[in-house]
């Protein structure tokens, strides 16, 4: 065989692999493209069903706000207990007195008012309540009204469950809160939990202190 020859069989071959690779990379690349417009579909459709949901959550929360959810109020009458549980979901009912217990309690739902707007935190003085206290068998001051769906699903009465102490935390009460379901609550490490709860501490007995500085 001739030289010319072995050059033009040469040059077919070259040409067909050539060929053989444009397609290969032409494949690859479609397949590249697929992949591609797949995974901008998939985005898509969580940005969309993203965008659902903060809607929907907005919506909730407008309507947790229009209810007083995220402050901590006080009830000045018997008779707006029961449109205000009626209302909202979960609600935790402080029953009070003018007592150093009290105002405690007090301090640390005002706190968590404002963490959960998922939840309605009221007060109602007991003494002035006597219909709605005896109806739910409140006897010791403080006692808070744990409700769901219109219903005492439970009750924390003292200090007993928090260490039997006023020195309680606002993260104690906050789980004991959110074992009775009437919060919403993610943990946290105990390391997480411990410098919080001296947190708090501290800063409930310098708003105490302050307080009493204030009054004399």
């Known amino acids: ?70 402050e901590y109020q006080e009830l000045q009458s018997e008779k707006d207990f029961f449109p205000a549980v009626k209302a909202s979901d979960r609600v935790v009912c402080h029953f009070y007195r003018e007592n150093w217990p009290c105002k405690v309690v007090d301090k640390h739902l005002s706190i968590l008012a404002k963490q959960h707007i998922e939840t309605r935190f009221l007060k109602i003085h007991a003494e002035k309540s006597p219909f709605l206290a005896e109806r739910l068998k409140i006897v010791v001051l403080p006692t808070l009204a744990l409700i769901k769906n219109a219903k005492v699903e439970d009750y924390v009465v003292g200090f007993d469950e928090l260490g039997g102490t006023d020195d309680f935390s606002t993260e104690e009460l906050e789980e004991r809160l959110a074992k009775s379901q009437v919060i919403s609550f993610e943990g946290e490490s105990s390391a997480s939990r411990s410098t919080a709860k001296a947190a708090n501490k501290r800063s409930v007995r310098q708003a105490d202190k302050q307080g009493s500085s204030d009054s004399e």
């Open 1 to 70: 065989m001739s030289s010319m020859d072995e050059a033009a069989i040469q040059q077919i071959m070259e040409k067909q692999i050539l060929t053989v690779a444009k397609a290969v990379e032409d494949k690859l690349d479609d397949e590249i493209t697929a992949l591609d417009r797949l995974d901008l579909d998939d985005l898509e459709a969580l940005r969309e069903r993203r965008l659902l949901q903060l809607k929907k959550m907005a919506e909730k929360r407008s309507r947790w706000l229009s209810l007083g959810h995220g």
